[in-house]
């Protein structure tokens, strides 16, 4: 009974665990680990918590933790963030226009390289949430991730 008992709290810990997301908010940073591990990033472009179905039904999903950790670099750019510095924001608005965001939230995904202090960015696709489930928002990223591969 006790090995059963210690077994299921193991089991609950390791799935409360399993779902802390590793959002990165330095594109810098990103960029480093996306070219390291040769995944592309999910930059989400957000504003003042704008993303809570999109949190609840995609992001804070089982299916979905497993499905980033394997496929990409997580990037949270929230554009209403008043702790930014200025030329981060400014820098974090110019992407967004760069790839064309016009409504919040959306996810772009994209690959980046620094060279001489300059960035390019090569944007493989954007997915917005359509409350169409997890299942389908991740056969849509893999599209998007795979069709330029």
Not at 16 to 21: A, F, K, P, V
Not at 84 to 99: G, Q
């Given at each position: 009974m006790r090995r059963t008992l210690l077994f299921l709290l193991l089991l609950v810990f390791s799935n409360?665990?399993?779902?802390?997301?590793e959002w990165k908010t330095s594109l810098t940073d990103a960029i480093e680990i996306s070219n390291k591990t040769r995944k592309p990033m999910?930059?989400?472009f957000t504003a003042n918590?704008?993303?809570?179905?999109?949190?609840?039904?995609?992001f804070k999903t089982?299916?979905?933790?497993?499905?980033?950790k394997k496929n990409v670099v997580l990037v949270r750019l929230d554009l209403s963030d008043s702790?930014?510095?200025?030329?981060?924001?400014?820098?974090?608005?110019?992407?967004?226009?760069?790839?064309g965001v016009q409504?919040?939230?959306?996810?772009?995904?994209?690959?980046?390289n620094i060279r001489n202090n300059r960035t390019t960015f090569q944007l493989?696709?954007?997915v917005a949430y359509d409350r169409s489930g997890v299942k389908n928002w991740i056969r849509k990223s893999n599209d998007a991730i795979n069709e330029v591969e």
């Open positions: 409360i665990n399993g779902q802390i997301l999910l930059i989400l918590n704008m993303d809570g179905d999109l949190q609840a039904e995609v089982y299916d979905f933790n497993d499905w980033y702790s930014l510095l200025p030329e981060v924001k400014d820098s974090n608005l110019k992407i967004k226009n760069a790839f409504d919040l939230p959306v996810v772009c995904y994209a690959k980046a493989l696709g954007k």
